[in-house]
C-alpha cells in the first residue's frame, strides 16, 4: 500500500491515464460521432393512410451517433409502403412509421373493387350522429325524415342495413380510431359519417344530403360474420329493387316488336 502513497507514482499514473483519454478514448469517441450514413429523409408532406412514392423521399448523409437503430436507410425500403403516421419535410422514417398495408381507418379506401363506393354524409346535430358513439364496423339505418317531400319519415328499403366505414371530426381526422390529434384531452365530435353503399344507394344518400335531413340509427354493433349478414339481407333487397342492369338490357334485346297491325305484308311472287 505504501506504493500507491507515493505521490510521484500517483501522478505518473495520472498522467498516463490522460494520455490515454486524450490519444485513444477521446479520438475513438470523435470518429464515431463523426462517422457518416445514408438515412431516407422525406421532402414531402405525407398523410397518414398515403402511399410512399419516390417524389416523397430521398436519400441524405448524415452522422450516424444516436441514430434509431430502425431507421430506413435505402428509398426501395419505402416506396410502396403506406405512411401509418404523419410526416412532414425533413422526418427520417423509421420502421414503425411505414407499413405494407394502409393504415386501418384508411384501408377501405384501397379495398374498392368496383361494386360498392364510399360516400360521407354530415351529422348536422349531435342526436343525428348517434351522439358521437359511432365507430367503423357499425351497421346502421339511415332515418329519413320528410322522406322525398311526402311529409312522412321513413327508412328507406335500399338503406335499412349500411356498413359504416369510418366517422370523422370537423378537423379531417377520424374520430373513432384515436387518431386525431389536440392539445387537450378533449374528444372532437363528428362532422360526417363514411358509408360503404352501391351506386344506388349513394345517389339516395346524395339527395337526403342535399336537403339536410337525415339521422343514423344503430342497428348492430359486432363480429364481422354477423354484420355481413345484415350487408347480404340489404343486397338482396337492392337486387329485387334494381334487377341487374346487363339482365334487363339482353332482355329487352331479346324481345323483338312485333310489326303493327296495319303494316302491309308482302307477297311472295306469283
Request: aromatic share 6%; with cysteine; glycine share 6%.
Amino acid at each position: 500500500m505504501s506504493f500507491f502513497k507515493n505521490r510521484t507514482v500517483i501522478g505518473v499514473i495520472c498522467i498516463v491515464l490522460s494520455l490515454l483519454i486524450c490519444f485513444a478514448v477521446t479520438p475513438l469517441f470523435n470518429q464515431s460521432i463523426s462517422q457518416k450514413t445514408e438515412i431516407v429523409r422525406v421532402t414531402n408532406p405525407i398523410k397518414i393512410g398515403e402511399a410512399i412514392t419516390k417524389e416523397m423521399v430521398q436519400t441524405v448523409e448524415v452522422g450516424g451517433y444516436n441514430l434509431p437503430e430502425d431507421v430506413v436507410r435505402h428509398t426501395d425500403t419505402v416506396i410502396g409502403k403506406f405512411a401509418s403516421a404523419d410526416l412532414v419535410p425533413g422526418d427520417y422514417i423509421i420502421a414503425s412509421k411505414i407499413a405494407d398495408a394502409p393504415a386501418a381507418e384508411n384501408a377501405y379506401l384501397y379495398n374498392l373493387t368496383g361494386e360498392k363506393q364510399v360516400i360521407s354524409v354530415s351529422v348536422k346535430s349531435f342526436a343525428a350522429g348517434l351522439s358521437g358513439k359511432l365507430i367503423s364496423g357499425d351497421i346502421v339505418s339511415i332515418v329519413a325524415p320528410d322522406y322525398k317531400k311526402q311529409g312522412v319519415t321513413v327508412i328507406p328499403p335500399e338503406l335499412q342495413y349500411v356498413e359504416v366505414i369510418a366517422v370523422t371530426a370537423g378537423n379531417g381526422y377520424d374520430a373513432n380510431t384515436g387518431e386525431q390529434k389536440k392539445d387537450k384531452d378533449e374528444k372532437e365530435l363528428p362532422a360526417t359519417v363514411t358509408l360503404l353503399v352501391t351506386p344506388e344507394q349513394s345517389k339516395i344518400l346524395a339527395e337526403l344530403e342535399a336537403d339536410g335531413t337525415l339521422h343514423v340509427s344503430l342497428v348492430y354493433r359486432g363480429s364481422k360474420e354477423n354484420a355481413a349478414k345484415f350487408t347480404e339481407a340489404q343486397d338482396l333487397v337492392l337486387s329485387k329493387l334494381y334487377p341487374d342492369k346487363l339482365e334487363t338490357q339482353e332482355s329487352e334485346d331479346n324481345t323483338q316488336p312485333e310489326p303493327p297491325a296495319d303494316t302491309p305484308v308482302e307477297s311472295g311472287a306469283e
